[in-house]
């Protein structure tokens, strides 16, 4: 089955820093790639997403890039804030019946004023 | 605004004890998720269901079942509660079709003594 690494496990940043976390999947069969956020006590949201036929896909201060013949994926968050201090996690989908989605292990992301 | 929620936020549990973990949706989404949450695991998929009654097993279905009678409930059951079970565990529904995005509960944290 598909198996998606994550890193770092732990970042922090200054205020108004960039930030970037990494994933590298495994079955070149995935071609959708989502990224959560997770803040304390409360499940991950969606935030930005990006399938195979695609780069690049911004939304705000938030992007995403893809790289489908090194099999990784980055987030990138420019001038970060305090409020994006969270736990981030990268995942991968072939489809499937229920378009199911493996996950990364998780990224701390500490914001510091 | 989709909903899911879980019927309880902490639950602590004897060893060899069946429990119940209980989640609804109000979206009539077609497909529900039941993950495990671990520090440095990221989410593991235990069970989906893309259908009333249709489960498939995720990638870490040992000691658990799950029971989908209504499309907007789903269950996840531990026929016999072990110490190596405590953990986070999150719901989660999708609308189905081609659409990816999975909106979560706010998790159960389970605790087995």
């Known amino acids: 089955g598909e198996n998606v690494e994550q890193h770092p496990s732990t970042l922090s940043v200054q205020e108004g820093d960039s930030a970037v976390i990494k994933c590298t999947y495994s079955?070149?069969?995935?071609?959708?790639f989502p990224w959560y956020k997770q803040e304390l006590g409360k499940g991950p949201q969606l935030i930005i997403d990006i399938r195979s036929n695609v780069g690049e896909k911004k939304d705000q201060r938030i992007a995403v890039t893809l790289n489908k013949t090194a099999k990784h994926f980055s987030l990138h968050i420019t001038e970060t804030q305090p409020e994006d201090s969270a736990v981030y996690f990268c995942?991968?989908?072939?489809?499937?019946?229920?378009?199911?989605?493996?996950f990364g292990s998780g990224t701390q992301l500490t914001v510091l004023p | 605004d989709v909903k899911v929620t879980q019927s309880s936020r902490y639950l602590v549990k004897r060893t060899g004890e069946k429990v119940f973990l209980e989640c609804v949706q109000d979206m009539d989404h077609e497909n529900m998720f039941w993950y495990r949450q671990d520090p440095g695991l990221g989410l593991r998929l235990i069970y989906f269901s893309y259908d009333v009654k249709m489960k498939e097993k995720g990638d870490i279905p040992e000691g658990y079942s799950v029971s989908r009678e209504k499309k907007e409930r789903f269950s996840l059951i531990l026929e016999s509660a072990s110490t190596n079970q405590t953990s986070m565990y999150l719901c989660?529904?999708?609308?189905?079709?081609?659409?990816?995005?999975?909106?979560f509960g706010p998790g159960t944290r389970l605790t087995v003594t």
């Open positions: 989660a529904s999708s609308l189905g079709g081609p659409t990816y995005e999975q909106y």
């Open positions: 995942a991968a989908s072939m489809g499937g019946s229920a378009r199911q989605l493996t």
């Open positions: 079955d070149s069969a995935s071609n959708y």
